[in-house]
């Protein structure tokens, strides 16, 4: 059927108003999804704070936590670049656990000793567990990071690599301001949005976080609050009271799904057995910091 050349000028009018709408419909869907580059974090972050009223988040928490945010290349830069994961255990344990870590993982277990023992009567996970992973994590509390918790968070949420997980950690750590555990301006750490002292993520944070003295949970602020913390998720992922922690041992799995590169769970394991002088002394090394 042929048109006059008006009806079909009108047509085409018509079926590029329709594309057009149907193009500026789609616009929040396709930014509510993942992005690899800033263009869209914006459009982005705005259906996230949608998505976050609708799961019951106050919106003074949404804009106090996620007023400020920004994309932050950094953060990816980190994200692709962990090259520490390809070492082999000799070498990552090697560089990890030196003789300045042992030594100083040591005198912390001698001098806090009673509190070792309420949290191993309480939670089942030793000493040198727990001060092995604050070791690793953190060198004992001296570096828990810098990076603001919710721009690193929310700039791996709108990331396609990790969206998914992301999304979840972010909202979250909303829960954890919600639920007045943390103001968002505390909220500072590792470059993947871990917090404290033995880097809990925002879920484990919600569920695994105790206050050694039966107060609030003070993960970043008191060492005692982490450690407790940190033997909790231990005995919630299945420690076993008095059983092993190195490779082929019970408690070897608990440990990694505190962290599932197994090299960096070989290196916690190992860490602890010199500190409960089941491994090779390491004194006689030079004293040299990661």
């Given at each position: 059927?042929?048109?006059?050349?008006?009806?079909?000028?009108?047509?085409?009018?018509?079926?590029?108003?329709?594309?057009?709408?149907?193009?500026?419909?789609?616009?929040?869907?396709?930014a509510a999804q993942c992005g690899n580059?800033?263009?869209?974090?914006?459009?982005?972050?705005?259906?996230?704070?949608?998505?976050?009223?609708?799961?019951?988040?106050?919106?003074?928490?949404?804009?106090?936590?996620?007023?400020?945010?920004?994309?932050?290349?950094?953060?990816?830069?980190?994200?692709?670049?962990?090259?520490?994961?390809?070492?082999?255990?000799?070498?990552?344990?090697?560089?990890?656990?030196?003789?300045?870590?042992?030594?100083?993982?040591?005198?912390?277990?001698?001098?806090?000793?009673?509190?070792?023992?309420?949290?191993?009567?309480r939670y089942g996970v030793p000493g040198?567990?727990?001060?092995?992973?604050?070791?690793?994590?953190?060198?004992?509390?001296?570096?828990?990071?810098?990076?603001?918790?919710?721009?690193?968070?929310?700039?791996?949420?709108?990331?396609?690599?990790?969206?998914?997980?992301?999304?979840?950690?972010?909202?979250?750590?909303?829960?954890?301001?919600?639920?007045?555990?943390?103001?968002?301006?505390?909220?500072?750490?590792?470059?993947?949005?871990?917090?404290?002292?033995?880097?809990?993520?925002?879920?484990?944070?919600?569920?695994?976080?105790?206050?050694?003295?039966?107060?609030?949970?003070?993960?970043?602020g008191n060492a005692g609050d982490a450690?407790?913390?940190?033997?909790?998720?231990?005995?919630?992922?299945?420690?076993?009271?008095?059983?092993?922690?190195?490779?082929?041992?019970?408690?070897?799995?608990?440990?990694?799904?505190?962290?599932?590169?197994?090299?960096?769970?070989?290196?916690?394991?190992?860490?602890?057995?010199?500190?409960?002088?089941?491994?090779?002394?390491?004194?006689?090394?030079?004293?040299?910091?990661?």
């Amino acid at each position: 059927m042929r048109f006059a050349r008006g009806a079909r000028s009108a047509l085409r009018t018509v079926f590029l108003a329709l594309a057009a709408a149907a193009a500026i419909g789609a616009g929040p869907a396709r930014a509510a999804q993942c992005g690899n580059d800033p263009d869209g974090f914006e459009n982005w972050l705005a259906a996230f704070k949608q998505e976050a009223a609708r799961a019951g988040v106050p919106g003074g928490v949404i804009e106090a936590a996620l007023g400020d945010v920004s994309y932050d290349e950094n953060v990816i830069s980190h994200d692709r670049g962990q090259r520490a994961f390809h070492q082999s255990f000799e070498q990552f344990s090697h560089r990890m656990v030196n003789a300045y870590r042992v030594k100083k993982g040591r005198a912390l277990l001698q001098r806090n000793a009673a509190m070792f023992r309420v949290i191993e009567q309480r939670y089942g996970v030793p000493g040198a567990v727990l001060v092995a992973i604050w070791g690793l994590e953190t060198d004992f509390g001296a570096g828990t990071g810098k990076f603001p918790t919710f721009s690193a968070l929310a700039t791996l949420a709108y990331d396609c690599r990790r969206s998914d997980q992301f999304r979840v950690e972010l909202l979250d750590a909303l829960k954890v301001v919600q639920r007045g555990d943390l103001e968002p301006s505390q909220m500072r750490g590792a470059w993947a949005g871990e917090i404290g002292q033995t880097q809990f993520m925002p879920s484990a944070y919600l569920k695994y976080a105790v206050g050694l003295g039966g107060g609030a949970a003070d993960l970043i602020g008191n060492a005692g609050d982490a450690l407790a913390s940190t033997a909790n998720f231990l005995r919630g992922h299945g420690w076993q009271r008095g059983q092993g922690w190195d490779e082929g041992a019970p408690n070897f799995a608990v440990l990694l799904e505190w962290n599932k590169a197994r090299v960096y769970s070989k290196t916690i394991a190992l860490f602890a057995d010199k500190l409960a002088g089941l491994g090779e002394d390491q004194a006689d090394q030079p004293d040299e910091q990661q």
